[in-house]
């Protein structure tokens, strides 16, 4: 069965610094989708940024940035410039490429950016 | 409106008493997920529904819980004879769905089992 595990329960950042989640998980196949998911206290899940793992360059949304390492099965997730609206909860998640459509998350990351 | 829709916000029940939560996809999603948040932890997946295809439900976690979904498009979870470690929030998202497509999660519905 895959897992998603994110070592890192909390972690705390300068306003404008740069962090970075870290996030593996196990998978015995070779086609699969990674995401990370920030929920802020408001509670609702919001898409930060995606990965297909066939694809080797490492995905970018403005501030956000992946480092997908497919070998050690590594997924970290790098804010830079971080702003205090970036204060939530991170969680990582897995999706299959195959049959099932689970998509199976991480226990998270609660990140505070502190001004 | 644009986004998922789940109601009620908040329930609080008695033990042993049965729930319904409702989730209302984004029109034109043709999947559905339940999740369950407990405290301090992260999603755990209950069941999904795709278009007419025979559900996921291989997350639910007892025969207590159920879910449906009429017409491809709202869907209701229900909780027979709550017990207190069905204390939890449940979301609900949707999908285009393609793997590769984000969920649009609603804002949850914070169950609390007295």
């Known amino acids: 069965a895959q897992t998603v595990t994110q070592s890192q329960p909390e972690m705390s950042v300068q306003e404008a610094e740069t962090v970075t989640l870290s996030c593996t998980y196990d998978?015995?196949?070779?086609?699969?989708?990674l995401f990370w998911y920030k929920q802020p206290p408001s509670r609702q899940m919001i898409l930060v940024i995606r990965?297909?793992?066939?694809?080797?360059q490492n995905a970018t949304e403005n501030r956000f940035s992946v480092n997908f390492q497919k070998a050690a099965k590594s997924f970290s997730l790098k804010i830079s410039d971080s702003q205090l609206g970036d204060t939530a909860m991170y969680f990582c998640a897995f999706m299959s490429g195959g049959a099932t459509n689970k998509l199976i998350f991480g226990t998270g990351t609660l990140l505070a950016v502190q001004p | 409106g644009a986004g998922v829709s789940q109601s009620p916000s908040n329930k609080v029940t008695e033990k042993g008493k049965d729930v319904e939560l409702r989730c209302d996809p984004i029109?034109?999603?043709?999947?559905l997920y339940w999740y369950r948040q407990s405290l301090g932890q992260g999603l755990e997946f209950l069941i999904y529904?795709?278009?007419?295809?025979?559900?996921?439900k291989s997350g639910l976690p007892s025969d207590r819980f159920s879910a449906e979904r009429t017409g491809g498009s709202v869907s209701t979870l229900t909780i027979q004879r709550t017990q207190q470690e069905d204390s939890a929030v449940y979301l609900c998202?949707?999908?285009?769905?393609?793997?590769?497509?984000?969920?649009?999660f609603g804002d949850g519905t914070r169950l609390s089992i007295l």
């Open positions: 029109s034109g999603h043709t999947a």
């Open positions: 998978t015995s196949e070779s086609n699969y989708y």
């Open positions: 529904f795709q278009g007419n295809s025979a559900p996921d």
């Open positions: 990965q297909e793992a066939y694809k080797q």
């Open positions: 998202a949707s999908t285009l769905g393609r793997k590769d497509q984000p969920q649009h």
